[in-house]
């Protein structure tokens, strides 16, 4: 019998019809991971038209992982995620491995191809991915730093190069310099020309600088309005400061790109600050915004020819066996991370 999550009836590849794979799996929604994830015995996903199956090496965790396990806010529900339950075994989405086999209309992938991208329910032995969110694994990087890149790696690109359009000598201003998101951030808009300021906990000064930022703040010891200065772009990752004061380090023709924000509201959950910067935006002379990442091939591809030229460098804090998911996702939440969290899905000899 087909999965019927797995939306397709062909069957498993060679090798894997029929088999189990270890996996962790979700039942219902809730916020905490340790009472809901848990290690189980499940289906090898069967390949769809349009689809790849890889072998997982690795996966990686990120701020969206906790919002898809909890189901939180309620609008994520209407994005496919499942309205009354989980559509998907887990909430593991980046990934990196090997392709073992390739749905019809696949084209460009081979099984065996080492990639990176991202899937469905990703904290498994196999995952399904779509054709068109997958590249080849940049050749330089082991498995687990190619699983950190995907959606914070994207993220980052599209906030810089998109939406903040960073152009050189630019003042920037980076809140959350030191997660996944923004050491990419920092890195990209150093690339860019930029006089970056990074700004984060004070554990983290050194890594922010290591990663490129011509300064660094300490919101333990000083705010980003000290000392008057004013930015030409500020990149906002995670952080949930008024507008008002944003808009007071703003030059008057500013940029400001909100990539994240948590308010803890089970409706909004802090997307009302980015309804209403947008909204504000209309009327001013700054430009206030905020996006929603595109998740492609191209991007990927982008990402890969940085990372294989050098300029650009996943940073793993910490890595996980695939049955210390949950804690893998406590260490994030509690604001331990240091850019990536990763999950060893195999061997970790093979990353």
Not at 68 to 91: D, E, Q, S, T
Not at 149 to 164: E, F, K, M, W, Y
Not at 282 to 296: A, C, D, P, S, V
Not at 330 to 344: F, N, P
Request: hydrophobic fraction near 40%.
């Amino acid at each position: 019998m087909t999965d019927p999550r797995l939306g397709s009836a062909q069957q498993p590849p060679t090798g894997t019809a029929g088999a189990a794979m270890t996996g962790i799996t979700q039942d219902r929604y809730d916020p905490e991971p340790e009472r809901v994830l848990r290690v189980a015995q499940l289906p090898v996903p069967a390949v769809a038209d349009g689809h790849v199956l890889v072998r997982v090496q690795a996966a990686s965790v990120d701020r969206g992982t906790w919002h898809v396990m909890a189901g939180l806010p309620y609008p994520i529900r209407l994005a496919g995620f499942g309205l009354r339950r989980p559509r998907y075994a887990n909430p593991g989405r980046a990934l990196a491995g090997t392709v073992e086999a390739v749905g019809a209309g696949v084209s460009g992938f081979s099984p065996g191809d080492a990639v990176f991208g991202i899937g469905e329910a990703s904290f498994a032995e196999y995952a399904r991915a779509r054709v068109g969110k997958l590249a080849a694994k940049p050749a330089n990087l082991s498995f687990a730093q190619a699983a950190a890149v995907p959606i914070s790696g994207l993220t980052a690109l599209q906030a810089v190069r998109d939406h903040a359009r960073i152009r050189p000598g630019e003042r920037v201003l980076i809140i959350g310099a030191s997660g996944g998101v923004g050491s990419f951030a920092v890195q990209l808009a150093k690339s860019a020309g930029a006089e970056v300021t990074g700004v984060c906990s004070t554990g983290k000064v050194d890594q922010v600088r290591a990663l490129g930022a011509d300064h660094v703040l300490d919101y333990t010891r000083e705010e980003i309005t000290d000392g008057g200065r004013r930015y030409d772009v500020i990149l906002d990752i995670g952080g949930n400061r008024r507008l008002s004061q944003l808009r007071r380090t703003l030059t008057p023709r500013g940029r400001l790109v909100i990539v994240g924000g948590e308010s803890g509201g089970r409706w909004l959950g802090g997307t009302d600050r980015q309804i209403r910067a947008r909204l504000l935006s209309t009327f001013i002379g700054q430009q206030l915004g905020t996006f929603i990442n595109r998740e492609n091939t191209r991007d990927l591809s982008t990402l890969r020819e940085r990372i294989e030229a050098g300029t650009l460098t996943p940073v793993v804090d910490r890595s996980y066996p695939l049955d210390k998911a949950p804690a893998a996702i406590r260490h994030l939440l509690d604001g331990h991370s240091r850019g990536k969290t990763v999950i060893a899905v195999h061997d970790p000899d093979e990353i």
